[in-house]
């Protein structure tokens, strides 16, 4: 007989107030409103940006982000995303589909800026088996796991860096969800965008 659990809460994050969080496929990322990142969880592939692959049963601060001041997180299938205040896109976990967005198929367990969006300011994030990137300029960028079209790129090919999606090139968006195998991108007029 399957062990029924009941809601309870994390002793680690009582003192602090959390903000917002986000859960991958076994691991979950918190956003503290004083903009700090903790995880627990399986630190498989590195998700926990921890520099390992151990498990944290409690909620532990993800020091190599420590000196930023996030604002948003976002957990994929076993990666990891932060965005920060001045609109950098932290990146970890597995990058086994490029959903990291550094230019390779690796992964990473220490947090890493986007580096082909360091000249844009990233205001929200999503992430699956792919990553999705929306700027304060309305503009959308998606890279990793394509091979449902879930980067709305035409195409069901990877991508190991962010590529905007021209589709949406002439469209204003204002918000964004991914699912393991399909995207979703709201505009400005409410029209709401799908595809994978």
Request: with cysteine; proline share 3%.
């Amino acid at each position: 007989e399957a062990e029924v659990m009941l809601p309870t809460t994390l002793p680690a994050l009582t003192a602090l107030r959390v903000r917002a969080a986000a859960c991958g496929e076994h691991h979950t990322a918190f956003l503290t409103a004083s903009g700090e990142v903790f995880t627990c969880g399986l630190g498989q592939f590195g998700a926990l940006g921890h520099g390992s692959e151990e498990r944290e049963a409690r909620p532990r601060r993800v020091e190599a982000i420590a000196a930023e001041t996030a604002v948003g997180v976002a957990c994929g299938w076993r990666h990891t995303a932060a965005l920060t205040t001045d609109g950098a896109l932290y990146l970890w976990g597995h990058g086994g589909f490029g959903q990291l967005g550094h230019g390779a198929q690796l992964g990473g367990g220490v947090p890493r800026a986007v580096a082909a969006l360091r000249h844009l300011r990233v205001v929200r994030v999503a992430c699956a088996a792919h990553t999705l990137a929306l700027t304060a300029q309305g503009e959308l960028y998606s890279w990793g796991h394509g091979k449902q079209g879930q980067l709305g790129h035409g195409g069901s090919t990877s991508e190991a860096t962010p590529r905007r999606v021209e589709a949406l090139r002439h469209t204003r968006v204002v918000g964004l969800a991914g699912g393991h195998f399909h995207s979703l991108a709201l505009a400005e007029d409410d029209t709401v965008y799908t595809w994978g």
